[in-house]
């Protein structure tokens, strides 16, 4: 199929080249008109250039030729040679060619081209047409934008402007009648390359309103322009914070913002006067509005009989809302100023405690309590006060203290107890030995004739054991003074003797009574079973 293309192209070339050398000396005339999107453009940037040719009469076959400055354009889109054959009368022919600018300067672009009539065989001849366009740096361009950012007229409608329009004044001052709502800022820009932003309907509000007006030229500066509206009140109620400050009560109910849910809206007299107002009933405060010169509203408590106002600190920990107060704290080393969920508020300080203090009224229950601030955490604790109204510290150390001591005064207890066990068991095992030679010796000698081999062996190991232990174990009663002001000197020095010390002492003791049985418990406890038996047999006897 592109063989086929070619060849009929040829045919078609030959047959033009044909008609025109035959066309006869006797031409008509035809226009060719050049246009361009851009007079200038940005190297890098592109540029469109759109050709028509036009013959009234009518055109059968054309042959035309493009050609540009190729050391600054490059051509991206477009056929710049060709000779059409058109199969019926072309009034008009339109061609676009897309070119890249390279490099900075002045570029052309020329047309030409010869067609021929339907009929008559008549040559159409055509001018010649170029379109130059100029090609800038980016910094030519940066450097050509316009630097004008005045503005030639400034006004608000209906009101008259303080000082008198000047594009080189910024600063003006308009006053408007009681109850004004909007205002029209009008204003025209001195240069039609700059923008304008703030003319048109603002809203305004009693006292001082502040608008601007913003001109930016071409090359990015800009001009502000500022209108300070001020809407006079009726009847301005004037009062001081505070601080001395001059303010104005705020009279219209919507411009009073509540702080929290525990707020509702109401009224308050200041004078003669009601004006509106935020009451929380539990905690017992009213907040009022007041505006400074420069029309910023804040919420101040309003205490109607001092006739003062102090300004309104609001602060939220994990769902608990403070207001907090400006009140005195005792025993405390300093002050310092906390930002406390953005908000500056003013703390005390303790030597050696990391935390902040301050008073403070809970608005869900009405309570004023000292409360304690944790900076790190965010957090705030209610704390305790003394009898003379100081600040109750918890110290560590004295707590450690305190544990040390009951700590001690326990195992000096249990060991007292162990002593005085151990001082019964030696008595009570010093009584038996004495019951056993007693029951021995209650056997008369008759009896020990009719006893048998083996019985009077036990007798004899029963006689034997007594004077053994006896020696070993007699207790005299300097020996149990002496083991009773040993252990109450030992006590006394447990008391005195440190943690570590005294959990060494007590180890040892238990040790010691977590002994199991020794070799001599298991003797007594045989020759108790011998002694039973001995009584039984001795019974028995006696009956015979």
Known sequence: MGKRKKILLSFVTIITILLFSTIRADA????????????????????????????????????????????????????????????????TQTYTYTFKAKQAGTASFSFSATGATWSGDQQINFATKSKSVKIITQKQLEDSYSKNNNLSSLGVTGATLSPSFSSSVTSYTVNLPPNTENINVTGKKADATASVSGLGNHAVEDGSNTIKVVVTAQNGATKTYTITAIVEELDPITVKDESGEE???????????????????????????????????????????????????????????????????????????LYIENKEVTNTDGTKEVTINENKINTYTIKDDEFYYFYAINLETGKENLYRYDEDENTVQRCSLSE????????????????????????????????????????KSKKKKKNNVVVVEDIDDNSQENMSDEEKEII???????????????????????????????????????TSETNEMVDSINELFNEKPTKKKNKEKKTKEKKEKVKKTSKKDKTA
């Open 460 to 498: 004899e190991e029963m006689e034997e054991l007594p004077k053994e232990d006896k020696k070993k174990n007699e207790v005299t009663d300097e020996e149990k003074e002496q083991l009773i002001q040993e252990s109450e000197d030992e006590l006394s020095r447990i008391n005195n003797s440190t």
């Open 247 to 321: 303010k104005t009560v705020v009279r219209k109910e919507k411009l009073l913002n509540s702080p929290n849910s525990t707020f509702t809206i109401a009224t308050a007299k200041i004078g003669e006067e009601e004006v509106p107002a935020l009451v929380n009933d539990v905690a017992k405060i009213v907040l009022i509005g007041l505006k400074d010169k420069d029309g910023k509203i804040e919420l101040y408590i309003y205490d109607e009989k001092e006739n003062t106002y102090k300004k309104y600190n609001q602060n939220t920990f994990k769902e608990l809302i």
């Open 28 to 91: 008509a005339s035809g226009t060719i008109t050049i246009t361009s999107n851009k007079s200038q453009i940005v190297v890098g940037n592109t540029v469109t250039f759109t050709v028509k040719v036009n013959y009234s009469g009518g055109m059968v076959a054309l042959q035309y030729n493009g050609s540009y400055n190729s050391s600054m354009l490059s051509l991206t889109k477009g056929t710049l040679a060709g000779a059409p054959v058109f199969g019926s009368s072309t009034k």
């Open 388 to 427: 003379d109204g100081e600040i109750v510290v918890p110290n560590n150390k004295d707590e450690i203290k305190i544990y040390q001591y009951i700590i001690l005064g326990l195992f000096g207890f249990i060991l007292l107890t162990y002593l005085i066990i151990l001082i019964f068991l030696i008595s």
